[in-house]
């Protein structure tokens, strides 16, 4: 089998992240049967997170265990890789020792090395540039909810950082339409965003959720901008998700925030437990999604 590697949405086409949705989806059900699915015995993966991770460290240790399969996790702190080791270096000891490799760090060209070098799959569980992990387990979550996002409208409200970047990029992929609504001095990559399809800016931020079916955001200070949140707060403040925002939405809307979310920030004190809001269901979806996508990196087509 040929190595691939996910380091964003657009390695894979439309056709196989739908597949690795479906797996996703069924992954999920199998789960909430209780039922042991092991098809990864024998097999190992090298988990390094650079920066903190709660949802896509636990994700990929809880899934690496449940399909029979070990995961090692490297810290900077503790291995060479904190000294300084180079990736290239890196990627071709892990390459003689385990079956693939996730790695987050800010630095997408430091993933992409890592991949050039590896000769197993590598997995990108987010840079400042790209989040697509997370995009798996949203789109896992709107279409559990309400079907298929094709032909949808998504609204995305906040900084135009790596979770905006990955929206445009499944904009693309799922053929849904993506507005986005982030202030002039943080907007989107102007490279991704000239590769994007059915993507608008809408400056207005209630404008730009009009009619929604799904409205996102992420935190305005992400990893990388500690020290900036005063700053950030006063540029970001009109686009702070809230009901009565939300209510300008579709009747259907989901909301969904990739999570850690900051509660008075920029969603409202209350609006993680309205009804609209599935970011529980969203963050466990982390779970099975990253099992789908190592089963397709290791397995191919399966089950
Ligand atoms: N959403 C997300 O990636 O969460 P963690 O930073 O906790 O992994």
Request: charged share 25%; with cysteine.
């Amino acid at each position: 089998m040929i190595k691939r590697d996910f380091l964003s949405l657009l390695d894979f086409s439309s056709d196989e992240l739908k597949y690795v949705i479906e797996r996703a989806k069924a992954l999920r059900q199998q789960h909430e049967r209780g039922e042991v699915y092991q098809p990864l015995v024998g097999k190992t993966g090298a988990l390094i997170l650079t920066m903190s991770s709660t949802r896509t460290r636990v994700a990929f240790e809880a899934g690496f265990s449940q399909m029979g399969a070990s995961v090692i996790f490297l810290s900077p702190g503790d291995t060479q890789i904190g000294r300084g080791e180079p990736l290239e270096d890196l990627a071709r000891v892990l390459s003689e020792m385990v079956d693939i490799i996730m790695i987050r760090t800010p630095d997408q060209a430091d993933i992409e090395t890592l991949a050039h070098y590896a000769t197993v799959p590598v997995i990108n569980a987010m840079s400042s540039l790209l989040h697509p992990c997370q995009l798996l387990a949203d789109i896992q979550a709107f279409e559990e909810h309400r079907g298929s996002i094709e032909g949808k409208t998504v609204t995305f409200l906040g900084d135009g950082y790596n979770m905006c970047h990955s929206y445009i990029n499944a904009a693309k992929q799922w053929n849904f339409d993506l507005r986005f609504s982030c202030p002039d001095s943080h907007q989107p990559d102007a490279d991704i965003l000239a590769s994007g399809k059915n993507v608008e800016r809408v400056l207005d931020p209630r404008e730009a959720v009009e009619g929604a079916h799904l409205v996102v955001t992420d935190v305005w200070s992400s990893m990388g901008h500690e020290g900036e949140e005063g700053d950030r707060r006063a540029i970001f403040e009109p686009y702070q998700v809230n009901e009565s925002l939300l209510d300008l939405a579709d009747p259907s809307a989901l909301f969904m925030h990739c999570l850690p979310a900051h509660r008075g920030e920029e969603v409202s004190e209350t609006l993680l437990d309205d009804p609209r809001s599935v970011v529980f269901h969203e963050a466990g979806n982390r779970l099975h999604s990253q099992k789908a996508l190592v089963e397709f990196l290791l397995l191919g087509r399966h089950a």
